[in-house]
């Protein structure tokens, strides 16, 4: 069974460009979460999707950012302006349930991305 | 809200050598505990939980962590360290759904021949 994948797996752009990061969960996980990781900090929480719904959203920086789940399948993530302080590794996780005692997350790799 | 901490931003131990990996955490009620690691080019793995019941959990890869409540404390260790080790591991905890889960800043472990 494939894991998460994410896509690309570095992006490199300059500040004011846009950038679309990609992430497809495993099958059958209803549950896809996007974290992102500045450099030596923790990993946050953006935000989460409940098929194609966004059940919180709480963790989105600003309006920069926008994510999408069409078809409750993949999700993309894009900033548009990007920004210096976007810098960072976008954590991509799905579950088949939301609670943790039941949906243990699966990540992918992360997409690195560096803005100039 | 809970929050993790991970005191040692880098260590260094030798292969076959005892590793102790050190979180605390903050949280009202009893919480979800976790570690992860993430492996270069791979993504982060699930190496163990505690939720309740025995506070002294196993994991995969022959990690253990012992959930000490008297010192908010979740640590993670192995009896010997092998070179495959080397890694970045995270403590997280969690509360009632994913989405409130928390990490740490990661531990980067670095084991020395």
């Known amino acids: 069974e494939a894991g998460v994948t994410q896509f690309p797996s570095h992006s490199v752009i300059e500040k004011g460009q846009t950038v679309t990061l990609r992430c497809d969960p495993i099958s059958g996980h209803d549950n896809l979460y996007w974290y992102r990781r500045v450099m030596g900090k923790e990993i946050k929480f953006l935000l989460h999707f409940v098929k194609e719904s966004k059940q919180d959203e709480s963790g989105m920086p600003n309006n920069r950012f926008l994510a999408e789940r069409t078809g409750g399948t993949y999700s993309t993530l894009k900033v548009q302006p990007a920004e210096l302080e976007d810098s960072g590794v976008y954590f991509c996780?799905?579950?088949?349930?939301?609670?943790?005692?039941?949906?243990?997350?699966?990540f992918g790799e992360g997409s690195r991305l560096t803005v100039l | 809200a809970q929050s993790v901490t991970q005191p040692d931003i880098h260590i260094t131990v030798s292969e076959g050598a005892s590793l102790e990996l050190r979180c605390n955490y903050s949280y009202g009620a009893t919480p979800y505990l976790f570690w992860y690691v993430q492996s270069p080019g791979q993504g982060l793995q699930l190496l163990l939980k505690y939720f309740s019941g025995d506070t002294l959990v196993q994991g995969i890869k022959g990690f253990e962590a012992e959930f000490k409540r008297s010192q908010s404390s979740f640590n993670l260790r192995k009896p010997s360290v092998h070179w495959s080790d080397a890694a970045e591991y995270f403590c997280a905890v969690g509360a009632h759904n994913n989405n409130d889960m928390r990490f740490g800043a990661g531990t980067r472990l670095t084991v020395k021949p």
């Open positions: 996780a799905s579950s088949q349930d939301q609670g943790p005692s039941t949906g243990e997350l699966f």
